[in-house]
């Protein structure tokens, strides 16, 4: 699977208004998925519903321009031309500094049955989960971090408190899932070490594992599993040199300012 940003046309916000009819500049606190078309055809009732989620667009450096629908944000005909939206991934980890994996849902749209990091997820084009400077993004994909970890894995906030949440940095990659869906995203890198409690949503996660260094090393050995791209890329990057500090603290690793192109 190809796990490039290959060429695309300049990221700006006068390109996207211009070929992004869809993209709301307000970012209106809902955008609903155009109701013509047949690219949903055929997919599970929740995930559709959830196509319906507003995403932040942005331009190559992270500003944002405005929301469209996950659906649109989505789509890799939209995707080739330049459409980018604002993600994050959260590594939890526990007392052992196991890694928590899970495998997503066939039900998932986009790269079903494959594993991944803890979470892999959107901030939405909602109050509280946007923000046009760092500070503010920070604080947003934190939220939204917390939101999701319930939603798919049944932690709850309590368990993770937004305090506890470490950014790294920010990676911006593009990846196909199939000939129809991908992502193009500026994703927010979030590790947290606590140790909670799992309520799996069958609809979003399949299984779950803790994993050691070793055993995640194994697994990628293991031609039988497959693995998102953008975890594929964070592992092969920068990971393990994350892990190997986990013990001993991130502080040197934390609140990197500059985007990694991937």
Known sequence: MSTTTTQTRTVTAENVIRLFPDVDTHLANSHRVPSEGNDLDGYDEEQIRLMEEVCIVLDENDIPIGSASKKVCHLMSNIDE???????SVFLFDSSDRLLLQ????EKITFPDMWTNTCCSHPLGIPGETGADLTTAVQGVKRAAQRKLDHELG?????????DFKFLTRIHYKAPSDGKWGEHEIDYILFIKAD??????KNEVQDVAY???????EKFNDSSLKFTPWFKLICHSMLFEWWEHLPKGLDRYVGEKQIRRM
Do not use: T
Not at 211 to 217: F, H
């Open 82 to 88: 330049g459409l980018l939206h604002r993600a994050f």
């Open 196 to 201: 909670v409690d799992l309520d799996v949503n």
């Open 211 to 217: 994993v050691s260094e070793r055993e995640l090393k």
């Open 103 to 106: 495998q997503r849902a066939s």
């Open 155 to 163: 932690i709850k906030a309590k368990q993770v408190p937004l305090e």
